[in-house]
């Protein structure tokens, strides 16, 4: 009985793999803009498969310009290439920022090219809560690392202050400080050197 289960169970993991491989192809289709037509009863049957955020991602991916892995009959078959593609697709959609971040710009400059043309806009993109907070942090970790950079080359750890890019650290500022030699000249002494 219980090898019974195990088999079964076995035979649903191959099928959810090789379906959810097979509803990747249409949908990727679907997203391409080189692609003229896909069946309507097809797309319905991939929206079912594949989750609306990996669908997203999908869009997101042929908008960067990104082609999207597919796997062919045979590894689609394959129960452990299946399900580790799945799992794949799945964290992807969930975790690659970057390719969001490039997707979602060229998204935005599709739909600005589309109103200044007069033609319909593509059809909106509902991006995961958090997906949108990971962006966030990719962006502000971007922001950070750029300050510090600059800070780098400016030869301050904190952006302030520091030698001007070029010199060595170390080496002291040019500018107008003050050392204890300087003195200001009062209104009734003469101008020249002083001895």
Same mark, same amino acid.
């Given at each position: 009985m219980e090898a019974r289960r195990a088999w079964a169970r076995q035979i649903h993991a191959q099928q959810? +793999? &090789? &379906?959810?491989?097979?509803a990747?192809?249409?949908l990727d289709r679907k997203a391409d803009p080189n692609v003229a037509f896909v069946d309507d009863g097809d797309l319905a049957w991939a929206q079912n498969v594949v989750p609306e955020d990996v669908q997203t991602y999908l869009r997101i991916r042929a908008y960067a310009g990104l082609?999207?892995? !597919?796997?062919g009959d045979d590894a689609r078959g394959d129960?452990?290439?299946?399900? *580790?593609? &799945? *799992? @794949? #697709? #799945?964290r992807s959609a969930a975790t @690659?920022?970057?390719?969001?971040? !490039? +997707?979602? *710009?060229?998204y935005d400059r599709a739909v600005a090219t589309a109103?200044?043309?007069g033609e319909p806009a593509p059809a909106p993109v509902f991006v995961p809560t958090a997906v949108e907070e990971g962006i966030a942090k990719l962006?502000?970790?971007?922001?950070? &690392? #750029?300050t510090e950079a600059a800070a780098r080359r400016a030869g301050g750890s904190s952006g302030a202050g520091g030698t001007p890019a070029g010199k060595p650290p170390g080496t002291p500022p040019t500018g107008t400080?003050? !050392?204890? @030699? @300087?003195?200001e000249p009062t209104p009734d002494a003469p101008a020249g050197p002083k001895r």
């Amino acid at each position: 009985m219980e090898a019974r289960r195990a088999w079964a169970r076995q035979i649903h993991a191959q099928q959810v +793999g &090789r &379906r959810f491989a097979e509803a990747v192809v249409i949908l990727d289709r679907k997203a391409d803009p080189n692609v003229a037509f896909v069946d309507d009863g097809d797309l319905a049957w991939a929206q079912n498969v594949v989750p609306e955020d990996v669908q997203t991602y999908l869009r997101i991916r042929a908008y960067a310009g990104l082609q999207t892995r !597919t796997l062919g009959d045979d590894a689609r078959g394959d129960l452990q290439r299946s399900s *580790a593609y &799945r *799992a @794949d #697709l #799945l964290r992807s959609a969930a975790t @690659d920022f970057e390719v969001w971040t !490039t +997707g979602l *710009a060229a998204y935005d400059r599709a739909v600005a090219t589309a109103a200044r043309h007069g033609e319909p806009a593509p059809a909106p993109v509902f991006v995961p809560t958090a997906v949108e907070e990971g962006i966030a942090k990719l962006a502000a970790d971007k922001a950070r &690392r #750029l300050t510090e950079a600059a800070a780098r080359r400016a030869g301050g750890s904190s952006g302030a202050g520091g030698t001007p890019a070029g010199k060595p650290p170390g080496t002291p500022p040019t500018g107008t400080a003050k !050392t204890d @030699d @300087d003195e200001e000249p009062t209104p009734d002494a003469p101008a020249g050197p002083k001895r």
